[in-house]
């Protein structure tokens, strides 16, 4: 899917009644989990990924292959 809307691991902002926002903000909470690697190897530093901010507004630029329906 290219939007995260429906999607289980999908956590929208909220107002303060329950209701979602009208800013259409939220955070992918999906967790990823790197493989582990043998023992004679190692990272030469910690693997970087972005927050995971997204948008009820606007389309992903590819499908999400971690999308889940709710």
Known sequence: ???????????WKRRADGKL???????CGC??????LPVAKHWISRPIYT??????HQE???????WIMA
């Open 21 to 27: 926002h009208p800013d259409g903000y939220g955070f």
């Open 51 to 56: 927050v995971g901010t997204i948008n009820r």
């Open 31 to 36: 967790e990823v989990r790197l493989p582990p």
């Open 1 to 11: 899917m290219k939007s995260c809307k429906g999607c289980k691991h999908a956590d």
């Open 60 to 66: 992903l630029p590819a499908h999400c292959v971690y």
